[in-house]
């Protein structure tokens, strides 16, 4: 049997440490896309190792008719950074992203989703008719109805596409997948104003950006507006599946047993595994550090900038940075993969770079050196 994939040769990966990882004839790599960001901690890391290992040992499943201390602990843990009163757990990003939708059309009984151009939101018919890429979309059509793109930051396309039928907005304060792109503290401002006078619902999917990536527990921050849904994965869990779309009190009130559900969503070893991450967070002042290192990582990429004529610029925000190249960043990929260094690049042309938080100096040194030497051979 062969797994269904995108690519046809991939690096096989045996194990990982830190911010390395090692593939099947030994060879070290430096890891500074960590899983597409989700592995915050590191790889291997021990606080995590043993909350899993010691939930395994004790509950593993209660299914969702059933409590269980885990999720009482993890919902505590979040309520400290949060001021949502209700959450709902799934297994993945896009899990999450469809319960805000659902949400968003039950509680506002209108229909209509507006999303952003380049937006990225997941795979299921749900969040994939939010994802904006043709590549992502095409073949699977028809989607589910009710769904429209607009361009981020122009206020006056969004009046224009607000309708009495709009449910929701739903947006990623930075956008992951479409290429690292920060949206305007104004714009958000208008948007919000937007929805809060017509009744619409405003959702912000950080399912990439939360969790200390961007340098505050979550993206909203930086820019002092709360939507009323927010969607929560990929960093949630450091590795082990776990999504989240925590809501609003008002927003949440209509959802009753059998409504929306989910088999495996928030198992005790799944809420021990986010309350390890969250607690890591806490205890190794990862935030402070991402802030830090954030900063230092950006000065050199614009170095790097200011060497090379064809990086067009350094965007992003604490450890969720890009380089946008002036061409295609295959070839530049491929040559980090030769030297042992494992990036991203999306969109085509931005090359991501979202390590652990938990990455040090030195290892921020080694692979901006190892860019440098390739960025000089592509010459
Ligand atoms: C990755 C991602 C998703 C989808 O998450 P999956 O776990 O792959 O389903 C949704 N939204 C954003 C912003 C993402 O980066």
């Known amino acids: 049997m062969r797994e269904m994939s995108l690519y046809k040769k991939r690096l096989k990966l045996v194990r990982g440490k830190g911010v390395y990882v090692w593939d099947e004839n030994g060879n070290k790599y430096l890891d500074a896309i960590a899983g597409i960001g989700v592995a915050i901690l590191g790889h291997s890391n021990e606080e995590l190792a043993i909350a899993i290992n010691e939930q395994m040992k004790k509950l593993v499943v209660a299914g969702p008719m059933f409590h269980h201390e885990e999720k009482d602990e993890a919902l505590e843990e979040l309520s400290k950074f949060l001021s949502f009163e209700y959450a709902y757990f799934g297994n993945s990003g896009t899990e999450a992203v469809e319960a805000a939708l659902k949400f968003a059309r039950l509680y506002t009984g209108k229909k209509e989703i507006i999303a952003m151009t380049k937006a990225f939101h997941g795979r299921t018919f749900g969040s994939l008719s939010a994802t904006w890429k043709k590549k992502y979309r095409g073949g699977f059509e028809p989607l589910v109805p009710g769904f429209k793109h607009i361009p981020f930051n122009n206020i006056e396309v969004a009046k224009e596409a607000i309708t009495k039928e709009t449910a929701a907005v739903i947006v990623e304060p930075i956008q992951g997948e479409g290429g690292i792109n920060v949206i305007d503290k104004d714009y958000l401002e208008k948007v919000n104003k937007l929805c809060k006078e017509k009744d619409i619902l405003l959702i912000f999917d950080e399912v990439q950006t939360g969790f200390g990536r961007t340098g505050e527990f979550f993206a909203y921050q930086h820019f002092g507006i709360e939507p009323d849904i927010m969607t ?21 009130d209509l959802m009753v047993p059998g409504t929306h559900a989910s088999t495996f969503g928030g198992s005790p070893l799944a809420c021990a595994s986010a309350i390890a991450v969250i ?21 050199k990429l614009e170095k790097l900038k200011k060497k090379y004529d064809f990086i067009k610029r350094v965007k992003g925000m604490g450890l969720m940075l890009a380089v946008e190249l002036e061409m295609d960043g295959k070839e530049f990929y491929k040559k980090c993969l030769e030297k042992k260094l494992l990036l991203n690049c999306t969109h085509g042309n931005v090359i991501r770079i979202m390590p652990a938080l938990t990455v040090k100096k030195k290892e921020i040194d080694e692979a901006v050196e190892i860019m440098d030497e390739c960025f000089s051979s592509l010459i």
């Open 232 to 252: 929560l994965a990929k960093t949630l869990g450091g590795g082990f599946p776990i999504g989240a779309m925590v809501a609003k009190k008002e927003v949440a």
């Open 279 to 299: 607690k890591t967070i806490k205890e190794k002042k990862l935030l402070e550090k991402v802030r830090k290192n954030g900063k230092y990582l950006r000065e």
